[in-house]
């Protein structure tokens, strides 16, 4: 199986930040990466595709970079509604793996 | 508009068994993939195994596999996961989504709670 490792696995931030996440994979999987946010008590929601693709609907303070085994979350500038918890997935091979999460809260 | 609906909450006992369900609408059932994914309380994400309606080819993890059963009845738009004996480890909140194009998540139904208690 494919592992993929988050980092951090918390942070704290303040409104306006800008905010990197990072997801490291186990061996490379190309661009096949996707990006969910997820908030208390909700489904997961799809940020980014492809390592880089936003989704239809999505802000464009969040972006997605990296390929192989080295991916990147960006969010430009922190907002209220964006304190939640984050989480990779590979899409490259079976299982399809999600990555730990990483939590954001408010400073 | 694309839609998974997941059955209720469900409260049982060990041993018992189980069948939990995800109606799609709003697209073309047949057409894309359903996969499961199981989220025990405060945990994170982990992926269960996926079924194309259209043919019922299924995928496992190989932590799942044997555990449970996925399949689906497209006449009816609606996939299953299903347990045939119960355990406490089994709580957790269960999620269906529709993999689009590259396998990404696109439409997730709102979750069905199972909590397995003696």
């Known amino acids: 199986d494919i592992q993929l490792t988050q980092s951090p696995s918390f942070l704290s931030a303040s409104v306006g930040d800008r905010v990197t996440i990072t997801c490291r994979a186990s061996?490379?999987?190309?661009?096949?990466l996707a990006w969910y946010q997820q908030k208390p008590g909700k489904a997961p929601k799809l940020l980014i595709y492809a390592a880089s693709t936003l989704q239809s609907g999505v802000p464009s303070r969040f972006s997605g970079s990296g390929s192989g085994t080295e991916f990147t979350l960006t969010i430009s500038s922190l907002q209220p509604e964006d304190f939640a918890t984050y989480y990779c997935?590979?899409?490259?091979?079976?299982?399809?793996?999600f990555g730990g999460g990483t939590k954001v809260e408010i400073k | 508009e694309v839609q998974l609906v997941q059955s209720g909450a469900e409260v049982k006992k060990p041993g018992e068994s189980l069948k939990i369900s995800c109606k799609g609408s709003?697209?073309?059932?047949?057409?894309?993939?359903i996969g499961w994914v199981r989220q025990m309380p405060g945990k994170g994400l982990e992926w269960m195994g996926i079924i194309y309606p259209g043919d019922s080819d299924t995928r496992y993890s190989p932590s799942f596999q044997g555990q449970v059963t996925i399949s689906a009845d497209k006449s009816i738009s609606t996939a299953y996961l299903q347990w045939s004996s119960l355990k406490a480890s089994d709580t957790a909140m269960y999620y269906c989504?529709?993999?689009?194009?590259?396998?990404?998540?696109?439409?997730w139904g709102q979750g069905t709670l199972v909590t397995v208690s003696s």
């Open positions: 989504a529709r993999q689009h194009d590259y396998g990404e998540g696109d439409y």
């Open positions: 061996q490379g999987i190309s661009s096949y």
């Open positions: 709003g697209y073309s059932f047949t057409s894309y993939w």
């Open positions: 997935q590979q899409l490259n091979s079976y299982p399809r793996t």
